[in-house]
Every structure is written in C-alpha cells, then in structure tokens.
C-alpha cells in the first residue's frame, strides 16, 4: 500500500484532471459514457462495462457556449456546453442527461446542436412522487435509457450485471460515508481541498476502483491518532464547492469541512439503491428515496432540517451556502436555508459559485468576515 | 396576459374588451366572495388541467396572470423589491415568482391594497410545471410559507420531438385521476363527471375558436394588431372552460372579420412589415414596444405566446387529456419542435422577421431563441433579432436597445423586399 500522501495525492490528480482519466480508459479498450449532474442511472453504464464519467463543467470563461447558451443560464452547464464544443469531451461515446432542471431543459437542444458528434441519451425523473405509478414510470425511462446504452455497448446488459453493479455503487457509498466520518478525526491531513477531492474523483474513476482507493485511505487515517481541530468548523451546502482556490481560502482561515450537502459531493453518496426484486425497479426506488436536494420535488423543509442536523452532529459553527450562479432550484432555497440556519444559532454565509472565473476574490473578503463572526 | 395592455385607450373599447374586462372582474371577485364565505380558494400555474375545479365550482386564480396585470399596470416593482429585500429572494429568479411571493407575504395583512389587481390568499395551489422548473420551487415556497398543500400534475418535458411515449401518458394520466380524488376528498365536494365532460367540451370548443382567430391574422394587411391578442389570453388561463369565453370570442371573432370585411385594421399604422414576436411580452414596457413598432410600421402579427394555451385533447378522454397537458407550453417541447412550429407559422403569416424577447426572466424560452435561431433563418430566411428584456422586472428593459434592434430588423427586412421586388 502506498503511503497515505501518496494516495490523496493520486485521487487529487484525478479530481483536477477528468480529461487524463477518459484518455486512460479509452487506451484500455473500454467505452466512456458522459453523465451530467446531478443524478443519471450510471449504474447501467457500468453494468454494460462501460465507464460512466461524470460531466460537471470546470473554470473557465465561455467563449463560444454563448452561442446557443444566455448568458443567465447556470454557470456550470455553460462551461458544460462550452467544454462539448471546444471538443473537450471528445471520446465519450454518448451523455446521459437528466432533465432536472430550466437549464437541462435548454441544454438538451443546445447540446444537440452544439456537440454534434456526442449524442445525447435524455430521460427525466418523476417529481411527482407521491403518485402511484411513478416509480413504474421511472422503471420504464430507465428502459429506454438501458437500450440505448446496449446500443452504444453492442451487446445486451443482463439483469444480473445490473444487480452486480448496484452493489458496487451501494458499497461505494458506504465506503465514501465513512471516509466523511474518517475524515473528522483527522482534520489536519484532510483539508477541505482533499475532501473535496476524495469526493469528486468518484465522478471520474470505475466505482469499485474508487472505492477501494477510498477504503486504503481509510485504514490508513485509522493509523493515525485523532487530530484534536482548533479552528472553524463549516457544512458545505450547494451544487459544487469550486474552484480550488475556494477551498484553499477556507484553509487559510483555519476553516475545516465537517460535512457537506453539495449534489457534487455527499448527495451523490447518502442514498442507497433500495432491496427489490427488479434491477431497473431497484434504480427508480432510489430516486423516490432522495430527499433533501433542491431538485427534488417536496413539500417539507427537508433541506434545511438536514444541514442543521449535519451541523450539529458534527459541531460546525456555521454553514457556508455555495450558490451556483443562476442555478434557480437552489436560489428559491436560499432565503429558507439562510432564515431556518439562523433561527438553529448557525450563522451563514452565501458565496457565488461562478464557474466562469478564477478569481475568488469577492469570496475572500466575505468569508474572512464570516469567520469572524464565528 | 395583462388586462387592457398597451396605450390607453383613445377610441372607445371593442364590445369584446368590454366583455373580456367583466369577465376578469367577476372571477376575482366570485373568488373573493367565496373566501369570504369560508370557501376555499385555489391558485393554480396557467396551464394546469383547470377543467377539474371548474367542474367542481372552485374558485381558481392564476399569479402568472395576476402577475402580468400587475406588472402591465407598473405597480410590480415595489413587490419585486419586497421579495428581493425582506424575503431575500435572489433577483435572478423568474420576476413573475418573486413578484407573486411578495404579494402572498404582503395580503397577509388585511389592510393590504397597493396592488391591483389584489388577490385573496389561497388555500390551496394547483402547480404543473409544464412551463418551467420554476414553477415547482415557486409553488413549493408558496407551499411552506403559507401552509397550505399543493395538488401537482408533473407535465415531464418532451426532450425528443416524438409524442409523449406511452409510459409518460400513464403516469399523467395517473396524477389527474389521484388529483380528482384527491380534490374531492379536499373540497367535500362530488365530482360529477358528466359535467366533467360538457368543461372538456367547452374547453376545446373556446380554444379552437381562439385558434381560429389568430388564424385570420394571417391575412395581409392583418386586421388586427398582433399585441391585440394579449389582451384575451386572461380568457384563455382563467377561464378556458367557460362559457363566458365562447361568448367573448364569439364577439371577437365578428369583430375581426368586420375589420376585414371593411378593409380595416386595429394597427395603428401602416403596415409595411410582418414580424413574428417570440416570447412573453415585457409587461411593462408594452406601451413603448407598440410605439415603437407603430412608428416603425412593424405590425407583430402572431406570437408563440399567445397560441401556447391550446390545450387540445378528445373529450372524455384522460389520457388525450394527459399528452395534451404534457405538450401544450411553448416551454415543454424541445426547440426543435417549438422552432419547426415557429418557422411554419412564419410562412403561413407572410411574416418578413422574428423579432425575439430575450427574457431574463424565463431560461427555457431564451434558450429555444439561441439554440432554435438557426432553424428559422434555414427553413424560413427571414431574419432574426433579439432585444433584452423582462416580463416584470423594468430594470431589464432599455428602450434605446429596443429602438435599435428594432431599427436593425426594418433595414434588413426592407433591404430583403427591396431585392425580391428589384
Ligand atoms: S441550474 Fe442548478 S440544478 Fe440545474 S443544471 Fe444548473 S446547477 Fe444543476
Ligand atoms: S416566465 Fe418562464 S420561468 Fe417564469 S413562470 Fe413563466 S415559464 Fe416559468
């Protein structure tokens, strides 16, 4: 086993460079399947031996996206579209894309016009979850999505190889829970930035791969006395925690991540695929489980209620919003999230997340202010 | 969908304004009288299946519309501010929500009466969010903050250009059966589904008749001036099942074909060129962009807006209902079928031009602008110009912008009819 800077060090490579990853698999021989945020049936992807790799944009200042995308639609996919025509993405075999939002439903024909040669696989989940008849529904989208996949696979997907890979994403859930709980005790060696990369190369790596990256990382922390953290705690709450440069400020301010609800990060990892007797019935179950996300349909302050709950348990001190730019399912959850935190004696702060800069500077002064007030 | 949009009125108003304007009237205060009486009241998005509370005799009100008439009368701003301000709403939300959830925060207190037209509280949302995303986070603050549950038809979005697939059908289907259950079990009301019948019948028959009328702006020169329509689109969202509306567009539609038997035209100037208006119109500059337009001699013949209410469907039958509902907004089919749409009636309107509202406001319609321009300059050649604006919010709009873009779309256009007849 290598050793544990070692490790964080590999999976930091992969969460800053996706692109080094799809070439690596391709090089092998295996088909790559794009998958855009926030939830896609990637386990078909790998059930059909291909290689699901998220989709989620990165820095940079769009200079063709504009075509096709406003300039008022969210941050990350115009640096989604944009990364799609510059060529970026060239390779994946095909992109699997959620209709949860405005700005999915935009980017569905924007990308078809715009990256011609990656075709788009489209489904959308049911918001309304109450319903009898949803999760059929959902079972069914997911159909036509496991076709089109055997397609691109040229070969059947067995219902077998389904329920293999749903343990392995369920395990690898398991294994990135405790990896967060891990990563409190040792608050010194996992800073925000290695947090945050732990997670995200999830996005870019075979989940069994990860998971057992993970596991070593966790044995290894084991072997460590517990670090007892002077500093700030925060929970993370948003779609993304990005750039770097972010995460780095809330290090030098001796601020460390306790717990995140970020669709990027724990969002992806907190909801298991229920027990059933049907794979695709199985993946629709775990739609119906998600809670507390902002593009999730409910009638309850679920979202809220969860953060304080992560903060308490935790001991954080403050919970810092990370607001997409023009994200809008998350912008009518802010005045909830900022009054219900408040009301819990957690004081907040809201940061733009801007994909089109690299400058953080406006996020600097804010939160040497926010830790002040801590 | 405002009331009495555009200029104030010199000549007296056609009978069917009149007609539309008592209509309007008496909805809001059958609702009011109804929340007085201990009855509940609805608020519902504008395409929702409204034939369910008619036929249970519900009183139903549409901020989407509200939220137009407000906004057309300039007194959205000061709720907008509120929204932003007290309820820290982010200013990029969709103007209609942040000035409608200001307005739910605001008629809590009883004294209450800047706005006009005012609503009662709800006590109870209908939300399909055929027309956006929005819509379900909007409907879900609502939701919270006032307490009261939401009955919600989940319309899905058509990514591809086929027709709603089966499994898509049976679970909308499925939501209007469980919502007609659901809203009985609410109102303790019966739902009578022979009455059911004669609101979807009704329902068809006052959106054909609507459809029929747009069409007859397809003559040159048109008899109407094509902001004209907005001001009945209030028929088509709170009342598509009355009879009431068949008696409107009746009048109306005599009244067109007046102005075309007598070789007149509601546009109040020559009319030299034929623009196709996509996108909602900016409420409160309504009067500026006609101005404009007239003095430009640009009649706006026909707009996607305003045809997005036809909700078309067979009587008596849910799941016709159900693909209906789930295809029926501009914002619930892929560009490509929206902008085919778009360059169909292009041709069929002799429209020489598009001229497109870039809304801040509304993503996936600025989005079939951008991405669907290209199908309408190849199918049709007619060119294309965009200007920036809002539905509600003034701060967006800038005349000077308007003017020019506007000015940029003429000289193309006259250029382009300057070669076809030289
Ligand atoms: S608007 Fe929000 S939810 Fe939608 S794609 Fe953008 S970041 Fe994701
Ligand atoms: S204007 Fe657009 S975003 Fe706003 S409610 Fe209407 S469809 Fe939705």
Redesign the interface.
Same mark, same amino acid.
């Not at chain 1, 319903?131 to 949803?134: E, L, P």
């Given at each position: 086993m290598a050793d544990l800077p070692e490790m964080l060090a590999e999976l930091q490579s992969v969460a800053d460079s996706p692109k080094k990853m799809l070439a690596k698999y391709l090089a092998q021989g295996k088909k790559v399947v794009g998958c855009f945020p926030i939830y896609t049936p990637a386990e078909l992807v790998h059930a059909a031996g291909m290689i699901p790799m998220g989709v989620w944009g990165g820095q940079v200042n769009p200079s063709v996206a504009g075509?096709? +995308?406003?300039i008022?639609?969210c941050s990350i996919m115009r640096s989604c579209l944009e990364f799609g025509m510059l060529g970026k993405y060239k390779g994946l075999s095909a992109v699997i894309?959620p209709?949860?939002?405005?700005?999915f439903?935009?980017?569905?024909?924007?990308w078809? =016009?715009g990256v011609k040669d990656i075709p788009l696989i489209?489904l959308?989940q049911?918001?309304?979850r109450e =319903?009898?008849? +949803?999760r #059929?529904?959902l079972a069914?989208?997911y159909g =036509?999505v496991k076709e089109k996949l055997e397609e691109i696979a040229g070969h059947k997907i067995s219902g077998d190889a389904i329920e293999n890979s749903i343990a392995i994403y369920n395990s690898h859930n398991a294994t990135l829970r405790e990896f967060a709980r891990a990563a409190n005790r040792h608050l010194d060696v996992i800073t925000p930035k290695i947090r945050h990369a732990v997670m995200k190369s999830a996005h870019f790596m075979e989940k069994a791969e990860h998971a057992a990256k993970v596991k070593d990382i966790v044995l290894k922390l084991a072997e460590l006395p517990e670090h007892k953290w002077t500093g700030r705690k925060v929970v993370l709450t948003g779609i993304t925690a990005e750039p770097g440069d972010l995460l780095d400020i809330l290090a030098e301010n001796k601020i460390a991540v306790v717990g995140d609800d970020l669709a990027q990060e724990s969002r992806q990892f907190r909801t298991d695929i229920p027990a059933g007797q049907d794979p695709l019935d199985r993946l629709a179950g775990q739609w119906l489980s998600r809670s507390a996300c902002?593009v999730v349909?409910?009638?309850?302050?679920a979202r809220p209620d969860l953060v304080i709950k992560l903060a308490k348990e935790n001991r954080a001190d403050g919970v810092i919003i990370c607001?997409m730019s023009?994200c809008? =399912?998350e912008?009518? #959850?802010?005045?909830?999230l +900022?009054?219900t935190t408040a009301q819990a004696g957690l004081p907040s702060v809201c940061i733009d997340i801007d994909q089109s800069t690299e400058n953080s500077g406006q996020a600097r002064t804010k939160l040497q202010t926010f830790v002040e007030m801590l | 969908m405002g009331e009495q949009v555009g200029q104030k009125p010199k000549r007296e108003l056609p009978r069917s304004r009149v007609l539309v304007a008592e209509q309007t009237a008496k909805i809001y205060r059958d609702a009011f009288a109804a929340k007085a009486r201990g009855e509940k009241v609805g608020w519902s998005t504008a395409i929702f299946p409204q034939e369910i509370c008619e036929t249970l005799d519900i009183p139903v009100l549409y901020p989407e519309n509200n939220a137009a008439s407000i906004s057309a009368k300039h007194l959205g701003g000061e709720l907008i501010e509120h929204a932003e301000g007290a &309820?820290?709403? $982010?200013s990029?939300?969709?103007s209609y929500?942040r000035l409608n959830m200001a307005l739910a925060d605001k008629i809590q207190d009883p004294a209450y009466s800047k706005a006009d037209p005012l609503m009662p509280s709800p006590d109870f949302l209908l939300l399909a *969010?055929n027309s956006? %995303?929005?819509l &379900?986070?909007?409907y879900?603050?609502l939701?919270?903050d006032l307490g009261i $549950?939401?009955f919600?038809?989940?319309c899905?979005?058509n @990514? @591809?250009e086929e027709k709603p697939?089966k499994?898509?059908i %049976?679970?909308i289907r499925?939501?209007i059966e469980?919502y007609i259950w659901d809203m009985e079990a609410f109102s303790g009301k019966k739902f009578d589904w022979d009455k059911f019948l004669e609101v979807q019948k009704r329902s068809q028959i006052n959106s054909k008749l609507f459809d029929e009328i747009i069409r007859l702006n397809m003559r040159t020169p048109a008899p109407m001036s094509g902001f004209d329509f907005f001001n009945y689109m209030s028929c088509l969202v709170l009342a598509r099942g009355k009879e009431s509306t068949t008696v409107i567009f009746e009048q109306l539609k005599k009244e067109v074909e007046e102005h075309i038997a007598n070789n007149t035209t509601t546009f109040p100037s020559e009319e030299k060129y034929r623009v196709h208006w996509e996108g909602i119109a900016c409420w409160p500059n309504l009067g500026h962009n006609l101005k404009t337009l007239k003095n430009y001699n640009v009649n706006a013949v026909i707009n996607g807006y305003v045809t997005a209410w036809n909700v078309d469907y067979e009587p008596g039958d849910l799941d016709s209902m159900a693909s209906a509902y789930a295809s029926s907004s501009t *914002?619930s089919l892929? %560009?490509?079928t929206i902008m085919n749409m778009r360059a169909d009636t292009i041709e069929n309107y002799n429209c020489d031009g598009m001229l497109c509202h870039?809304n801040?406001s509304c993503? &996936?319609m %600025?989005?079939?602008i951008?991405?669907?321009r290209?199908i309408i300059e190849e199918r049709t050649g007619v060119p294309c110009a965009n200007f920036d604006g809002d539905q509600s919010d003034e701060r967006i709009y800038s005349e000077a912008q308007f003017e020019t873009r506007l000015q940029g779309l003429v000289e193309i256009m006259q250029h382009r009819k300057e070669a076809n007849h030289g």
């Open positions: 075509q096709y +995308a406003p008022f639609i894309m209709i949860l939002c405005d700005s439903r935009g980017m569905s024909g924007a078809r =016009v489209a959308i049911p918001q309304n =319903v009898d008849g +949803a #059929e529904f069914a989208e =036509v902002s349909h409910e009638k309850t302050s607001l023009f809008d =399912v912008e009518y #959850e802010y005045p909830l +900022a009054k | &309820m820290q709403y $982010p990029r939300i969709c929500a *969010n956006c %995303t929005q &379900m986070k909007w879900e603050c939701s919270r $549950p939401i919600f038809i989940d899905l979005f @990514y @591809y697939a499994h898509k %049976t679970y499925k939501q469980k *914002n892929s %560009t490509n870039v801040r993503k &996936m %600025t989005f079939h951008f991405v669907g290209h």
